[in-house]
């Protein structure tokens, strides 16, 4: 991770589609509040990118924009995508071509997922317990690559094909960095899930590298589950997850469900960290765009301040993101059933933090 | 389907491994019991098949007994598989040189699987809500062909890929199973589960699959979720489904996610099925083979007499299966929290439909 040595930092700022923009502003807004006193203050460039702008335009990510994006030190991000069965935008083109170029581009090989429970907050579990576990998902690799095809397309003998590309390097990184993540934290667990029984290749390079690690890392416990029967486990005891580290496509599947039993994904943050800091790392909540509440001041953007906390941590301003952290925790303990717009929430956190 | 024309079916028994001999042991004392007046009567032939037979002979599925199987009108399986972490079997070499090899060579490409919150089972939900509903899941295509391989295997600059395979003929027969079998439902919905924004080909065939096959069930209501989408609501909102159509990875997952929120996999029933007749179809306890508890009486033997009930169904004995469905929902309903053994249940159900 970066030090605190610079104290300006460069902020590309990616609002997107949707609920996007109304969440980034109240993420921004805690951003400036929160280093008001303190080192570090924040230079803005905004992208205007998403399913919106390609409608006006046709582009997606042109390759100046992403070089311009790479001067950052780091980037927040809103949400992108048209609404679910928008026929204007060819199904996940905003997805794969902006958000996934972004991860796969930027080496964001560390998709960082925290699942906390905060105090006062509903789950949906009867018995949810103490919830407090990171995902370390996996980000630029496994079913994700784009690699597949389809011959005799469009007919009765279709056939179309997925490839999920695994490297020894790519897993060793990620699988690295959520043993130190582990070992940084009090009950120093990690659960490798895959599904190596059915998905040998794959399964087995995932399995050898964690066994491989292992050792520089005594004093953390290492357990496996199959993704199938993680996902049991979330539901029935997520208190037993400390860290998780699994491949993309699994990664994105737990987390959604691990968000769901912390309260839901309004509340889930997560960063797409390059840890060798060979690109800027980007900040994001969980959630989408939205479409059927854009514009109403209707959206959480507690999600999204979370993210902003997550990419003080990654720039080594621990204190500012920590004092994020408490104000969320503060407010979300404090929410009646009475819904306040978007704002309102923004404005709160950005008083307690001030 | 069959009808129920047979009067002596030819049963293959697979018991298997760990728990699986004595749930399996519950379901045919079940079985016999409920066709004791009936039309109906079982031969029953007993296949001596798992890793410990693995252990003892080396053998896992040889080719004259899996022609001998095909010969069977269906198969009754327990639960095959060594404990976690030992390492005297190969990792998943049993589920795939025997269960797998199975479901793919006789076939089995409706994997269906039933989802129901008894009355009086405790849900992990605050609110599970009316929880009844169906995975009809692919068994013979997607990530599970098997089609995978490795590169520099072992070393640190090893490449595994996995290879998912899907054709329009495999896609279309069980999407449209599942159109039927939504249509034969009061609520008649069916919810199509992929992630077509990020393995786009894919996805792309089983969207247009279900668009085809839509108009010939006007009355039955088209939905569509991403995988990471499917977990939140299963868990907050697991009323809102009805047949549940998906691949085979996508199926193994929201299958034990379903187990769970309905009370856990002790209840999770499961059909094999080869629609076309072509081969015999096999039903099987969600479970696995649990040797932590295997020999104890400790199991629970309930997935394993639902499997049996939707052998019947299958078979065409529709009134049988639904007495056994019935007495089955009674004994639970009835539970106290004193734990019988693994024979008393089997006993009591059988006594019930007896
Ligand atoms: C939008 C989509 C491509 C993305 C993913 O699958 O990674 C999302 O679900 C997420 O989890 O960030
Ligand atoms: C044992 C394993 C191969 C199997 C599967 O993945 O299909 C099991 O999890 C299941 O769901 O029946």
Redesign the interface.
């Known amino acids: 991770m970066s030090e605190a040595a610079s104290k300006v930092i460069s902020l590309a700022v990616i609002p997107g589609d949707g609920i996007g923009p109304e969440v980034t502003a109240e993420a921004v807004k805690v951003l400036t509040a929160v280093t008001k006193d303190s080192p570090a203050s924040f230079d803005l460039t905004e992208y205007s990118l998403g399913a919106e702008h390609w409608l006006q335009t046709g582009e997606t990510l042109p390759e100046e924009t992403l070089a311009a994006i790479k001067g950052h030190d780091a980037i927040l991000f809103g949400a992108v995508?048209a609404a679910?069965?928008d026929t204007a935008i060819p199904?996940?083109l905003i997805?794969?071509e902006l958000l996934?170029k972004l991860r796969f581009n930027l080496d964001h090989f560390v998709n960082l997922r925290p699942s906390k429970l905060f105090p006062g907050v509903?789950?949906?579990?009867?018995?949810p317990g103490d919830i407090d576990f990171i995902v370390v998902r996996e980000g630029t690799e496994g079913?994700?690559v784009?690699n597949?095809?389809?011959l005799?397309t469009?007919?009765?003998?279709?056939?179309?094909?997925?490839?999920?590309?695994?490297?020894?390097?790519g897993v060793?990184r990620v699988v690295r960095d959520a043993f130190r993540r582990a070992n940084d934290r009090p009950r120093k667990k990690l659960t490798l899930v895959h599904?190596?029984?059915?998905?040998?290749?794959?399964?087995?390079?995932w399995?050898?590298i964690v066994d491989e690690v292992a050792p520089e890392f005594p004093n953390v416990a290492v357990d496996?589950l199959h993704?199938?029967?993680a996902?049991?486990f979330l539901?029935?005891d997520p208190s037993r997850f400390d860290v998780i580290v699994t491949d993309n496509?699994f990664g994105?599947?737990?987390?959604?469900?691990a968000?769901?039993?912390t309260g839901?994904?309004g509340l889930a943050a997560s960063g797409n960290i390059n840890m060798e800091g060979t690109f800027p790392s980007m900040f994001e909540p969980v959630h989408g765009s939205a479409p059927d509440i854009a514009g109403q001041q209707k959206a959480d953007p507690t999600a999204a301040i979370l993210s902003a906390a997550l990419l003080l941590h990654h720039l080594g301003f621990h204190a500012e993101a920590e004092r994020v952290e408490q104000a969320v925790e503060a407010d979300v303990a404090g929410r009646s059933g009475q819904a306040r717009k978007t704002a309102e929430i923004g404005d709160a956190i950005a008083a307690a933090v001030s």
């Open positions: 995508g679910p069965g199904s996940g997805e794969r996934l509903a789950s949906p579990l009867a018995n079913p994700y784009g597949g095809g389809s005799r469009g007919t009765a003998h279709e056939i179309a094909t997925e490839v999920s590309l695994n490297t020894a390097y060793e599904k190596h029984n059915v998905l040998v290749y794959a399964g087995k390079l399995k050898r496996y993704v199938d029967a996902t049991i539901t029935t496509l994105d599947i737990l987390t959604d469900l968000a769901a039993v839901g994904i």
